[in-house]
């Protein structure tokens, strides 16, 4: 099997990072995510976007030990469950899963 890197990109809401849905979905989340194999490599707070959209507050970048293991942590009943805590402390939140081929 080959590790996979998982990148998340999240936008809060206005004071979403103080609310008790945000510690409850990040130590939720972290646990889960641990439970499957994933390793968090970096965490980035965003200061600027030197391109184009809209920028995040918050990059995490994951090493999980295969594909399979990044899609059941994001798809599995627990992850569904914290969703409505996600909602409140997140206006926006991209899960990308990568492979470790440049096309």
Do not use: C, D, W
């Amino acid at each position: 099997m080959e590790k996979t890197i998982v990148i998340i990109e999240a936008t809060f809401n206005p004071n979403g990072m103080n609310t008790p849905e945000f510690k409850e979905y990040s130590r939720r989340s972290n646990a889960n995510g641990e439970a499957h194999g994933g390793v968090v490599l970096s965490k980035h707070q965003v200061t600027e976007n030197l391109g184009v959209g809209q920028t995040p507050h918050l990059i995490l970048v994951i090493e999980y030990p295969s594909m399979q293991k990044a899609h059941e942590t994001f798809t599995n009943l627990e992850y569904q469950a914290i969703l409505p805590l996600r909602s409140v402390a997140f206006k926006e939140v991209k899960i990308l899963k990568t492979n470790s081929q440049f096309l």
